[in-house]
């Protein structure tokens, strides 16, 4: 059963002392799903999170719930779950009585809520670390505290700050893995924001990627990763590689001309015939190669460098004056022995590039 709310922000702004923090975000989110607001320090995604919760108030637009405007509603009636970075836990209280905090303050009855706490502890996984207070537990256990206390009230939302932030890499992947299960099971709608770009393509239904306080793009993280909607998206999430380009012609096959005077196949895009943009690339997509190889688009390349990633490897090629691309591969079972300083081909499929403005 879906517990989760639909959400609308309409032109979303707030100013301070003149500045702008967000410039007018606007997104619709379906119940139950997961979006991510990802970006950098200073782009407005925390800000845009808190004017969701209530905590900062807007300068401008609208924020629906369930198609009802809740932009005058105070943070404490608008049923929403709310983890931060820090956790946020009361010392003073065990486990089950932060888990049971929300449903203390609504008054739910003590038969009802001792039922509910039982279950959401379960639900984390510290049915043993019921009675344990924070200070009894590592980082990884805390947060699972503050997940279960954001979702026993069954709230219509919830909202994520950082949450993972504070852990070793190893125990983030554990709890994104958890986190996303605990959303499919129960049917949460869930907004969260990170800066990492891993965690937003693994844990996403859909993601909107933010820049100097507007959405930037906005799609699945398939399509955020594999079509990126200009150039600020593909070098930030991902490595990518940047060829300058002319567009010399449009259709089915558009043809990319290279500062080298070389023509290749691009995948059709936005940008106009004549236009001068950069073939986007991503390093997987490229293989290094031999000149009679069948691939329809080659370059003349020189290996200049390489970095052993352990499952794979990646190669600095230079195709031109000053500049070079990445290619990425794996370390078994594909391509042809490589060396620094050898002389090859780089090749890719046309599908796999699109140009984009400069």
Not at 224 to 249: D, H, K, M, Q, T
Request: include cysteine.
């Amino acid at each position: 059963m879906t517990l989760g709310a639909s959400l609308v922000l309409r032109d979303l702004a707030k100013f301070y002392d003149g500045s702008g923090a967000v410039l007018g975000v606007s997104l619709d989110l379906e119940p139950g799903k997961f979006l991510t607001l990802l970006g950098p320090s200073g782009s407005g995604k925390t800000t845009t999170l808190m004017m969701v919760a209530g905590f900062v108030e807007p300068t401008a637009g609208d924020i629906l719930v369930n198609g009802k405007s809740v932009v005058r509603m105070p943070a404490h009636k608008r049923d929403m779950g709310m983890v931060f970075q820090n956790y946020a836990l009361f010392p003073h209280m065990t486990v089950a009585e932060n888990v049971g905090f929300p449903l203390k303050m609504r008054g739910v009855a003590k038969s009802e809520a001792a039922d509910r706490i039982a279950q959401f502890v379960k639900l984390v996984g510290l049915e043993a670390f019921a009675k344990r207070y924070p200070a009894q537990l590592s980082g990884g256990q805390q947060q699972r505290v503050a997940l279960a206390r954001a979702l026993v009230f069954s709230p219509s939302l919830v909202l994520m700050d950082e949450p993972l932030g504070a852990l070793d890499r190893r125990l983030r992947l554990q709890m994104q893995e958890e986190i996303k299960g605990i959303q499919r099971e129960l049917g949460l709608t869930v907004v969260y924001v990170t800066h990492d770009q891993e965690e937003a393509l693994t844990m996403s239904d859909v993601v909107a990627v933010m820049e100097a306080g507007r959405v930037s793009s906005f799609g699945t993280p398939r399509e955020i990763y594999e079509r990126p909607g200009n150039r600020f998206v593909a070098n930030f999430i991902g490595e990518s590689n940047f060829i300058p380009c002319r567009l010399g012609g449009t259709g089915e096959r558009p043809i990319a001309v290279l500062d080298s005077g070389a023509e290749v196949e691009v995948a059709p895009g936005d940008v106009p015939a004549g236009s001068s943009g950069v073939i986007f690339l991503r390093p997987e997509r490229l293989r290094l190669c031999k000149p009679e190889d069948s691939l329809p688009n080659k370059v003349p390349g020189r290996v200049v460098g390489e970095i052993y990633l352990g499952d794979a490897s990646l190669f600095r090629v230079r195709i031109g004056e000053g500049l070079e691309v990445k290619v990425k591969r794996p370390n078994r079972g594909i391509g042809m022995p490589v060396s620094e300083g050898d002389q090859l081909m780089v090749g890719w499929q046309p599908a796999d590039s699109i140009v984009l403005r400069e």
